[in-house]
């Protein structure tokens, strides 16, 4: 099984990907969510 990476991208940069395509998440990295493997 290939190793599985994360990458962390600047909120700046997603919101301009988004503009461009709809497909995009806009998703908050800097707000603690249900996500957040920290909080679990």
């Known amino acids: ?5 994360f990458y962390e991208v600047d909120a700046d940069y997603i919101d301009y990907l988004s ?5 995009v998440p806009k998703i908050d990295y800097s707000a603690k969510s249900a996500h957040d493997k920290a909080a679990h």
Do not use: A, G, R, Y
């Open 1 to 5: 099984m290939p190793e599985l990476k």
């Open 19 to 23: 503009k461009i395509d709809s497909k």
